[in-house]
C-alpha cells in the first residue's frame, strides 16, 4: 500500500515541478559558492571553465585550430587573399598561389618564380604586385590563378619590402630609400612618380586616407602625406625604440609590429602626432600584424599565431595563441580563418572564430529613415534619408550611440567610406564627398549630379562608379573630393541599383536585366564586356574570387565570373519571400538582407552550394548591410541601425555545464528551493534532488524540486551574443525541507518565567502555491524521555510528549511564538514541531529542540521600613511592593553602624517571611537597616528605604555587639521554607 507521504511525493512532482514560486526573504538553509575553490565541483560532470583563480564559472574560451596548411617551396614571407586564393610572397620562390577553397586540402594551384626575393604582396584586380627584394616591383598577371606570369616589372633603387595598392598607385617600401609611389594606372606600365626617404629601413606599409603609415626599422612609424601621389610629404612620426617591422591601421590606432618589442599600438586620430596608446608584448618576435575589427592578429616569429582582443585600443588582452609549424612572418584574416605566411613551412590556416546564430546585440535609432550603412574602424556611417550622413559610435557594439551628421543630401540610399571622405549617393542629385576626418562632425565638401537616379556606388581609388538608374553606368573622379566630377558612363539596358569593382570590370546589377559586366581599363570610355540574365530583379551584388553574388529580390544568384566576357549562373538559393535586396561577404559567409524578412546568412564556403547558416527576423525593414569581425550591422529603415552577433572569438558557444557535488544538508526530505547569482549574460540553473532535475530560475525565486535528500545544482552558460564570455562568480542556493525545522527555543526575557520564544521554519510545502492545504502547526514538549507518543497513527520523536500550542499556516518564512516551559530546568525542556494538512497526510515532524525559561524579574523594594526600640531590641517593620512578589520566599533585612550602605553577606541579620522583624540587643549605638525581598528563583530586588534607630542614648539606637559569634540559619527562599539568619552576638 502506498503511504500518504509517498502519494504526497509523486502527486507533487507530476503537477508542480514547474510552477514558479513568490520570491520571500532569506532562510537558515543555504549554500554560498563563490568558485574559488573546487571542494564542492563534481569534476567528472564539469565541462565548464570552473576557474578558481578568477573565481568564476563560464564558457570555455574558444581555441584556435588548425584547419590546413601547404608547405612551398622556398620561405613564406607575406600573404594576400582574394576569392579562393591566398598569394603567398614566398622569398626565393617568388609568388605562390594556393587554392584555399576547400580547408584541410589546400594546395599550390600556380606559382611564378620572380628574380629577386619576394618579401611582400598586395592585389588590384586582375594583377599582383609583389616586393621582390633587389629586383623592385614585380607585376604579375593572375588573371587566371593558375597560370600567373610577371609582365612587367620595375626596378627600385633598394631593396623592396613592402607593398600596399589605392587606385592607381602603388606604394612600395624600398628599404633604405623610404617610400617610392609608383603609378600603376597602366599595370603593363608602372612609373616612378614619387619618393619620401624615410631616415632608417622602410620595411613594413599600410595605407589610410590620405595618409601612408610606414614601419621604418630605425625611425618607428612614419606617417606620410599622400594627398598628392607625385610629392609625398612628412605628416609626423613616432620615434622611441626602433625595430618596426610591419603596420596595420584601423580606425584612429595604428599596429606596429616591433619585432622583439611586441606590438604598440598608436593613437593616430592626429595623424601629425602619433602617440603610444597601449603596449602588448608576446613571447618571441613580432613580425606581421593583421586587424580585423576588434582583434589583432600578430605573427610571433616563435609563438606562431597571437590573438589580441583591442576592443579597447588602451588596454589590449591576449586571447590565445597557436604554434604555427615553423616562424610566423606574415598573416591575413578573412572571415573565421587567419592565413599565416609560416616561413619554412609555407602557408598555415588557423581557425580564429566560430559562427554563431545571428542574435540582436544593441541597436541606435535614428529620427529619420535610414537605407544603408558603411563600417569604419570604431564608427558606422548610416545613410539616412533626409539627414544624410549619420555617424554613430560603435566601439561597444551593445550599445552603439548616434555622434553626428552631415545634413545636405535630400534622399540619402547608399555610402562608401574611403579613407577620410564618405561617398553618398542621393536618389534626386547624385554623389556627395562627405568629409569624415573629425567623424562626429561630418561636412559635404562636393557634389556631383548624375542624369540618372543615383542608387548605388562603389569606389576604387580615384574613381566613384555610381549605379544611376535608368542612366547606367557613370564614372566620377573623385582625385580632388571637393570638385567630383563625371568622366565617363556606360548606359544598361535595365536600371542600374548595384555596383561592385573587380580589377578592371564594373559588374552592374541592372534591375530586370540581371548582371551586366562593363569593362572599366578605360575609365572615360566603359564598354559592355558580357551579361547573363538573373530570374529576378538584381537589385545588388558582392564581388569575391571568381564568383558575382547578386541579391535578386527572390534568390540568391551565385554567377561564375571566371571570364567576365561569359557570366554564367553557377548556383543560386531561394528565400523565404520577396525583398532580398543588399548583400555583403565576410570570409566564408554572405549576409543577405530582406526588408521582408530580415538578415539571412549563408555559408558560401563552397561558392557552387551555399547552404543557410542563420537567420534573424527582429527588424521592421531591413535595407542595408555591412560585415566587421564579429558583428554585422543592419540598417533599418525604421528602427535604425541594429547591430548583431556573426561569430565568437571570445567563447566557444558549444554547450558546456557546471555541476555540484552533493551539498550538505540535514538528511530530510528537501521539496522547495531557490538560487540566487551574480553573473552576466545566460545560464540555465536547474537543482538536482536524488537525480532528478527541477529547473529553478537564477533570479531568488522559489521553485518546486524533486522530493529527496541528496541535493545538488547544475547550470549552462549560453552564448547570447556579444563580447565577453557568460560568467557566475558567485550562488546561493537556498532549500525548505518538507517538515518544519526549529531554529531557536530562548527564554522569554523580562517575565517570571515559565515561557520560552519559539522560532521555527516553515515546512517547504507551507508556500503560497500548493497542491494540499497547510492548515496549522502544532508545537510538542517532551513530558519524559522514556515511551513514546501517538498522534494519529504518526510518530513523534522518542519519549512521551503534549501538544502545547498550535499556530495557523500563513506562508511566513520563520513563526515566532510563546510556548510553556519549565523554570530552570536542568535539562532543558525539550520540543518538536508538526505541520497538518487537509486532508490529512504523514509529514515528518521537525527534529527535537531544547531551551530552558527563567525568571528575570526581581521583587520589588518593600515600603514605609521603620525601626523602634524596644527596650535593648529594635522592632522592624514595612510593608510589601506589591510588584513581582507573588513568587516571593523571604524578606533579606540587613543592618549596619555605617549610613548610606550597600547590603551584603557582611551586613544580612537574617531573613523572615513576615513583614516584621527584631533586632535583638543590638547594643548601644545608632543601627541603620534596610530590607529586600528575595524571590523562589533567588532574584534579590532592590532595597527599601533605609532606617535607623539609637540604641542606650534615650534615643532608638544601639551599641556595637561586644562579641561576635556567627549562627547558621537556614533561608526560606531557598531551603523549604525555613528561615536562616546571620546576626551579631552582643555581649
Not at 92 to 107: E, K, N, R, T, W
Request: hydrophobic share 40%; aromatic share 8%.
Amino acid at each position: 500500500m502506498t503511504s500518504p507521504l509517498r502519494l504526497f511525493r509523486i502527486v507533487l512532482c507530476l503537477a508542480l515541478l514547474a510552477v514558479p514560486l513568490s520570491s520571500v526573504q532569506g532562510t537558515v538553509h543555504e549554500y554560498i559558492e563563490d568558485f574559488t575553490t573546487k571542494e564542492y565541483c563534481d569534476r567528472d560532470y564539469t565541462t565548464a571553465d570552473w576557474d578558481t583563480v578568477a573565481g568564476e564559472v563560464r564558457l570555455f574560451p574558444f581555441e584556435m585550430s588548425w584547419d590546413g596548411s601547404c608547405d612551398t617551396p622556398s620561405s613564406a614571407y607575406a600573404v594576400a587573399l582574394a576569392g579562393d586564393y591566398a598569394y603567398v610572397a614566398d622569398d626565393y620562390s617568388g609568388l605562390q598561389v594556393i587554392d584555399v577553397g576547400v580547408l584541410g586540402v589546400i594546395h599550390i594551384a600556380g606559382s611564378c618564380n620572380t628574380p629577386g626575393r619576394a618579401f611582400d604582396v598586395a592585389l588590384a584586380g586582375d594583377y599582383a604586385y609583389v616586393a621582390d627584394g633587389s629586383a623592385g616591383l614585380q607585376v604579375i598577371d593572375i588573371s587566371d590563378p593558375t597560370n600567373p606570369a610577371v609582365v612587367t616589372a620595375l626596378d627600385t633603387p633598394d631593396e623592396a619590402r613592402g607593398i600596399a595598392v589605392s587606385g592607381n598607385h602603388a606604394y612600395v617600401t624600398d628599404k633604405t630609400s623610404g617610400l617610392l609611389v609608383i603609378d600603376i594606372s597602366d599595370p603593363l606600365s608602372p612609373s616612378h612618380v614619387g619618393t619620401y626617404d624615410t631616415a632608417g629601413w622602410a620595411y613594413g606599409i599600410a595605407l589610410a586616407g590620405d595618409h601612408a603609415y610606414v614601419a621604418d626599422h630605425n625611425a618607428d612609424l612614419v606617417v606620410i602625406d599622400i594627398s598628392d601621389p607625385t610629392n609625398p610629404t612628412l605628416a609626423g612620426d613616432y620615434g622611441a625604440i626602433g625595430a618596426a617591422q610591419e603596420v596595420d591601421v584601423s580606425g584612429d590606432y595604428a599596429y606596429v609590429a616591433y619585432s622583439s618589442r611586441g606590438l604598440r599600438i598608436l593613437d593616430i586620430s592626429d595623424p601629425t602626432n602619433p602617440t603610444l596608446a597601449a603596449t602588448y608584448d608576446t613571447p618571441g618576435s613580432v613580425y606581421g600584424v593583421a586587424v580585423d575589427g576588434d582583434f589583432a592578429y600578430v605573427a610571433d616569429h616563435s609563438e606562431g599565431l597571437c590573438a589580441i582582443d583591442i576592443s579597447d585600443p588602451t588596454n589590449p588582452t591576449g586571447l590565445g595563441s597557436f604554434v604555427t609549424l615553423a616562424q610566423a612572418f606574415g598573416v591575413a584574416v578573412a572571415g573565421d580563418h587567419a592565413y599565416v605566411a609560416a616561413y619554412t613551412s609555407g602557408l598555415q590556416v588557423v581557425s580564429i572564430c566560430v559562427t554563431v546564430d545571428p542574435l540582436p546585440v544593441g541597436d541606435c535609432g535614428v529620427h529619420d529613415t535610414v537605407y544603408h550603412v558603411a563600417i569604419d574602424g570604431d564608427y558606422a556611417y548610416l545613410a539616412s534619408r533626409y539627414d544624410g550622413l549619420c555617424t554613430i559610435d560603435v566601439t561597444d557594439p551593445a550599445n552603439p550611440v548616434s555622434v553626428g551628421s552631415s545634413g545636405g543630401p535630400t534622399d540619402a540610399h547608399r555610402i562608401v567610406v574611403h579613407g577620410d571622405h564618405a561617398f553618398l549617393v542621393d536618389l534626386d542629385v547624385g554623389l556627395h564627398a562627405i568629409d569624415i576626418s573629425d567623424p562626429t562632425s561630418p561636412v559635404v565638401v562636393g557634389v556631383c549630379a548624375t542624369p540618372g537616379t543615383a542608387n548605388n556606388l562603389a569606389v576604387d581609388g580615384d574613381l566613384a562608379f555610381v549605379a544611376d538608374g535608368a542612366a547606367g553606368l557613370q564614372v566620377v573622379d573623385i582625385s580632388d573630393p571637393s570638385n567630383p566630377a563625371v568622366i565617363g558612363s556606360y548606359n544598361t539596358p535595365g536600371d542600374a541599383t548595384g555596383v561592385a569593382i573587380a580589377g578592371d570590370h564594373a559588374y552592374i546589377a541592372d534591375s530586370e536585366s540581371g548582371l551586366q559586366v562593363i569593362d572599366i581599363s578605360n575609365p572615360a570610355a566603359p564598354v559592355l564586356a558580357g551579361n547573363w540574365d538573373t530570374p529576378g530583379w538584381a537589385i545588388d551584388l558582392v564581388v569575391e574570387g571568381d564568383y558575382a553574388f547578386v541579391a535578386d529580390w527572390y534568390s540568391l544568384q551565385v554567377i561564375d565570373i571566371s571570364d567576365p566576357t561569359a557570366p554564367h549562373h553557377a548556383a543560386h538559393w531561394l528565400t523565404n519571400d520577396e525583398g532580398a535586396i543588399d548583400i555583403t561577404v565576410a570570409g566564408d559567409r554572405a549576409f543577405l538582407v530582406s526588408y521582408s524578412f530580415g538578415l539571412y546568412v549563408l555559408n558560401i564556403g563552397t561558392p557552387t552550394s551555399p547552404v543557410i547558416a542563420g537567420f534573424c527576423t527582429d527588424f521592421e525593414s531591413a535595407y542595408g548591410v555591412a560585415a566587421s569581425g564579429d558583428y554585422v550591422y543592419v540598417a533599418d529603415s525604421e528602427l535604425g541601425l541594429r547591430v548583431i552577433s556573426g561569430s565568437q572569438r571570445c567563447v566557444d558557444p558549444e554547450p558546456e555545464y557546471a555541476r555540484s557535488s552533493i551539498l550538505p544538508t540535514n538528511g530530510s526530505t528537501i521539496v522547495a528551493a531557490k538560487l540566487s547569482t551574480v553573473q552576466t549574460e545566460s545560464f540555465t540553473w536547474n537543482v538536482v534532488i536524488d537525480g532528478g532535475y527541477s529547473g529553478v530560475p537564477g533570479d531568488g525565486t522559489w521553485g518546486w524540486v524533486w522530493p529527496g535528500t541528496d541535493l545538488a545544482w547544475v547550470c549552462q552558460p549560453a552564448y547570447v551574443g556579444g563580447h565577453g564570455n557568460p560568467t557566475c562568480t558567485w550562488l546561493k542556493l537556498e532549500w525548505l525541507y518538507i517538515n518544519p525545522e526549529i531554529e531557536s527555543v530562548v527564554d522569554v526575557p523580562d517575565d517570571q518565567g515559565g515561557w520560552v520564544e519559539m522560532r521555527f521554519q516553515r515546512s517547504g510545502i507551507d508556500l503560497p502555491v500548493h497542491l494540499y492545504q497547510i492548515s496549522h502547526y502544532t508545537v510538542w514538549e517532551r513530558q519524559s524521555s522514556d515511551g513514546s507518543s501517538d498522534r494519529g497513527g504518526r510518530d513523534l520523536p522518542p519519549g512521551v510528549w503534549a501538544a502545547v500550542d498550535t499556530v495557523e499556516a500563513t506562508h511566513q518564512e520563520t513563526y515566532v511564538l510563546q510556548v510553556p516551559a519549565e523554570i530552570d530546568t536542568v535539562p532543558s525542556s525539550v520540543y518538536c514541531v508538526t505541520v497538518h494538512s487537509d486532508p490529512p497526510l504523514d509529514f515528518e515532524p521537525s527534529p527535537p529542540d531544547s531551551g530552558a525559561s527563567t525568571d528575570d524579574l526581581a521583587p520589588g523594594a518593600p515600603h514605609m521600613l521603620a525601626a523602634e526600640v524596644v527596650g535593648d531590641d529594635v522592632e522592624l517593620s514595612w510593608l510589601p511592593s506589591g510588584v513581582n512578589d507573588e513568587d516571593l520566599a523571604a524578606y533579606n533585612v540587613y543592618a549596619s553602624d555605617v549610613s548610606g550602605f550597600v547590603p551584603g553577606a557582611e551586613t544580612l541579620l537574617g531573613a523572615t517571611t513576615d513583614t516584621s522583624f527584631s533586632d535583638v540587643a543590638p547594643g548601644d549605638g545608632t543601627w541603620y537597616y534596610l530590607v529586600t525581598g528575595e524571590d523562589v528563583h533567588g532574584n534579590e530586588g532592590e532595597p527599601s528605604n533605609e532606617a535607623f534607630a539609637e540604641v542606650g542614648t534615650g534615643v532608638d539606637g544601639l551599641d556595637l555587639p561586644k562579641r561576635l559569634a556567627l549562627h547558621r540559619i537556614r533561608c526560606a527562599a531557598k531551603h523549604g521554607g525555613q528561615v536562616g539568619r546571620l546576626f551579631g552576638e552582643r555581649a
